[in-house]
């Protein structure tokens, strides 16, 4: 019988080295390999045992891998190559335009159910945890509203949307709630918030030597799922700025559920999923680090296609033993 669950990477930037680190922390995995579209001499991994390889060379590890975690980018990155690492490898990844994951959804439902595999999408923070608690949220109160805050943080994917924009050399992007919404959440108030009323996005940009910043603040502020509708400041900084006061990757956020009960809807009821991460990248690849065991175990028993955060049973991620969760947890 295999030890452990040979744990395979695509990408590894930020997010990629995360999950190196989550693999270490968990003992029923190992790190099988690392693919990267970069030269992999360049590669520096914390583990100097593990394979560095160009991605056109996994489709011939097929045998030697149980669970690609996929850490590329939601605009380009995981649209052209998620559904055909779906069709070859069990996969988790973090996709996260919102507005497109039912799209995305059909095309690895369609990849991993044709050829035996599982793909766990969205899995994260938000879309993933959040949406959970957003889920459970609503059935317990199904009168109530849910409202959902981000940040003061970086947004991983928000800033990786702004440096594929050309003429940028370098960016990050802030979410920042409004305060005032984040209190009328909790006040219970019967009021819509929309979610670009809540947020405010600030953006600092590194520009390529003679790119014109006006196209490139204009191209930021209306891009579609990302900005467009929000309010956003784009503030051009030197690399030597970015480096120096845009180095952390904090992140963090809110997800606030009021309703009532009663016969006369007498009685208040709140419920608050918080969030602080010193680090984005790292907690959301100890995310998908815990849900790749839920994709392993998933496709041995036969359950093959696509599976978001709120169809996979919570006790899928764990460590432990169904009869132990149930001596300690309930």
């Known amino acids: 019988m295999q030890d452990k669950i040979r744990i395979g990477i695509v990408g590894y930037g930020n997010l990629g080295r995360g999950v190196e680190l989550a693999v270490h922390r968990n003992p029923d995995m190992k790190l099988a390999a690392v693919f990267t579209r970069r030269d992999p001499k360049q590669l520096s991994l914390i583990n100097k045992t593990v ?35 779906a069709a070859r490898f069990n996969t988790v990844d973090s996709y996260d335009n919102h507005a497109n994951i039912p799209e995305y959804y059909d095309r690895m439902n369609r990849a991993a159910a044709k050829n035996g595999k599982t793909s766990i999408i969205s899995i994260g923070w938000d879309p993933g945890l959040f949406s959970f608690f957003r889920m459970l949220s609503e059935a317990v109160l199904p009168q109530g509203k849910s409202h959902t805050f981000w940040g003061r943080g970086v947004s991983q994917g928000h800033s990786a949307a702004i440096r594929r924009i050309p003429g940028v ?10 305060k005032e919404a984040i209190e009328q959440a909790r006040s219970g108030e019967d009021s819509e918030m929309k979610t670009e009323d809540k947020h405010v996005r600030e953006c600092y940009v590194v520009a390529e030597e003679g790119a014109d910043k006006e196209s490139i603040a204009r191209q930021i502020k209306t891009m579609p799922h990302y900005f467009a509708g929000y309010k956003t400041h784009v503030t051009f900084i030197t690399e030597e700025e970015l480096k120096r006061e845009h180095s952390g990757m904090p992140h963090g956020g809110f997800v606030i559920c009021s309703g009532r009960t009663g016969e006369k809807e007498e009685n208040r009821q709140l419920i608050e999923f918080t969030l602080k991460l010193d680090s984005n990248p790292e907690f959301t690849a100890s995310v998908l680090t815990a849900y790749a065991r839920a994709a392993y175990r998933l496709n041995r028993t036969k359950c093959f296609g696509a ?24």
């Open 307 to 330: 599976r978001t955060i709120l169809d996979v049973p919570p006790a899928l991620i764990s460590l432990s033993p169904p009869e132990e969760l149930r001596s300690k947890l309930l």
């Open 51 to 85: 394979k560095v390889l160009p991605i056109g060379q996994a489709g011939k590890m097929t045998s030697e891998i149980d669970v690609m975690i996929l850490c590329g980018g939601s605009v380009g990155d995981l649209p052209q190559y998620g559904p055909w690492f």
């Open 169 to 178: 050399k370098n960016g990050i992007q802030y979410t920042i709630p409004n």
